[in-house]
């Protein structure tokens, strides 16, 4: 059975929500709830998985991530972290699998020549699947519009940073093959990370790849590499960003001056590893985790005043600025993401997006259990 047939598409394509699409948050924040020390008092730690189980062979192109309790969201020192990021609440996570870099070019490639499957930026769009989405009433766009493709960002003058619309631009034919739009390839870009993938892509190569998506919760524990205080994997200090992290140098979103070598995406394993020796973990581009974005996740979670074992993020999706949005949460910012606009390539930043959102920074990374490794043989 080629993977293509085992997810029934649910979103089609973000061409009629582009508008809600949000490539990068703003500097400032709306209104936060504060974390207190007495919250942090009531929680404890809890037994996890730290070691990785003797006998186990860690999978190829992963690494073991040992379990730990951590605070999950804002560090309290983050002059930027948002609103959705607070407060931060305790978590326990059992260790685990996780790739080593962002899935690639060639990886992706691999997946879809022995399956066949094709990428939501690339199925024929089905008009009457995609009003069941919209509000009623929604009148058909052209059927020159309604062709498969997904958004490009767009360089330019910004007149207002609110109006994400002016960043980003629907274009016909851009897929994880075609990463900039027609014209464009992936030949010599095998170990760029693929992007264009929406949620369900992403599911179909983990289905035949034999492992999921991470948690948000392990995403974060897998990104501090060790650093349970540090605003970034690396520490508090932002004058080596560019040097740590593929992200937007320069004026934004005008000009980008490149002084991290990169204009969009970059190889993988082109900046320094953090403590866990994951590539990546901040900046190139957006990754998927499992978990349903709810605005109202992380202060639920605080007040409940507990530790949660390998917590599975919200059961039911909202966002409380667009209740109409159905989204998970994609975490580790992008090469669109500025020191002096966003700063989500912070490990705390969080965002939320579509199930059928394909954009030119987002893909993902995989990640497996200690039980579903195979033993070294005896």
Request: hydrophobic share 35%; charged share 25%; with cysteine.
């Amino acid at each position: 059975m080629k993977a293509q047939k085992l997810f029934k598409p649910k979103f089609i394509v973000p061409l009629l929500f582009f508008l809600c699409i949000i490539g990068c948050k703003e500097k400032s924040s709306p209104k936060t709830e504060k974390t207190t020390d007495t919250t942090m008092e009531k929680t404890t730690s809890i037994p996890v998985l730290v070691d990785m189980p003797e006998g186990m062979e860690i999978p190829e192109g992963m690494v073991w991530i040992p379990g730990g309790n951590l605070y999950q969201g804002a560090v309290a020192n983050d002059p930027m972290a948002m609103g959705h990021e607070k407060p931060s609440h305790a978590v326990a996570v059992d260790g685990f699998f996780m790739d080593i870099s962002e899935v690639t070019n060639a990886q992706y490639a691999k997946f879809v020549d022995e399956t066949g499957y094709k990428t939501i930026a690339e199925r024929k769009i089905d008009w009457e699947e995609m009003k069941k989405q919209l509000p009623e009433g929604t009148p058909k766009p052209h059927d020159s519009i309604l062709q498969p493709g997904s958004l490009i960002f767009r360089e330019g003058v910004v007149t207002n940073l609110q109006d994400y619309s002016q960043w980003w631009k629907w274009t016909i034919g851009a897929d994880w093959k075609h990463p900039n739009g027609p014209g464009s390839s992936i030949e010599g870009k095998d170990n760029e990370p693929v992007v264009h993938i929406a949620y369900e892509d992403a599911l179909a190569y983990c289905e035949w790849s034999g492992s999921r998506l991470p948690t948000e919760a392990e995403w974060e524990h897998a990104a501090r590499g060790g650093n349970s205080t540090g605003v970034h994997f690396w520490g508090n200090d932002v004058a080596s960003l560019a040097q740590k992290a593929n992200t937007w140098t320069g004026e934004f979103p005008k000009t980008n001056d490149e002084a991290d070598g990169y204009t969009r995406r970059a190889p993988v394993m082109s900046y320094p590893a953090n403590g866990y020796g994951l590539y990546d973990m901040a900046g190139n581009v957006w990754e998927w985790t499992s978990d349903w974005y709810n605005s109202n996740y992380y202060r639920d979670q605080a007040e409940k005043g507990v530790t949660e074992h390998n917590p599975q993020g919200a059961s039911r999706a909202f966002n409380s600025i667009n209740p109409y949005a159905v989204e998970r949460v994609i975490k580790g910012g992008s090469f669109l993401c500025s020191a002096s606009y966003c700063a989500s390539y912070r490990v705390s930043a969080r965002m939320a997006t579509s199930l059928d959102s394909a954009m030119e920074h987002l893909g993902f990374r995989t990640v497996r259990d200690a039980t579903s490794a195979k033993k070294n043989p005896s």
